[in-house]
Nanobody, 121 residues
Framework: QVQLVESGGGLVQAGGSLRLSCVCS????????FGWFRQAPGKEREFVAA????GITTYYEGRFTISRDNTKNTVYLQMNSLKPEDTAVYYC??????????????????WGQGTQVTVSS
């Protein structure tokens, strides 16, 4: 059974940075594709970034960068130049299957509990 645990969220001023971490336990870390999603109050969950097993990445607006460290079983989301509209709960997700839709939340079978990010103006 896969377990994903996010950390690193918190309160930050606009223009600041945060790095979220997601530790994965269970099966072999390198067999997973990962994604980060977020959900603001009253809004649908939306795609933030994704990374393949080989490390090829998909960025969100260029302000966010996803990376992985296979030696630490951890996926990161570096968030720079944060804006108040980035306020949301951020979720780490994992999948083992190849997909043509890595931005779709329905493609991910495993989810963390989320970490709150609040950006003040």
């Amino acid at each position: 059974q896969v377990q994903l645990v996010e950390s690193g969220g918190g309160l930050v001023q606009a223009g600041g940075s945060l790095r979220l971490s997601c530790v994965c336990s269970g099966r072999t870390f390198s067999s997973y594709y990962f994604g980060w999603f977020r959900q603001a109050p009253g809004k649908e969950r939306e795609f933030v970034a994704a990374i393949s097993r080989s490390g090829i990445t998909t960025y969100y607006e260029g302000r966010f960068t996803i990376s992985r460290d296979n030696t630490k079983n951890t996926v990161y989301l570096q968030m720079n130049s944060l804006k108040p509209e980035d306020t949301a709960v951020y979720y780490c997700a994992a999948r083992t299957r190849i997909t043509a839709a890595p931005r779709s939340s329905t493609e991910y079978a495993y989810w963390g509990q989320g970490t709150q990010v609040t950006v003040s103006s």
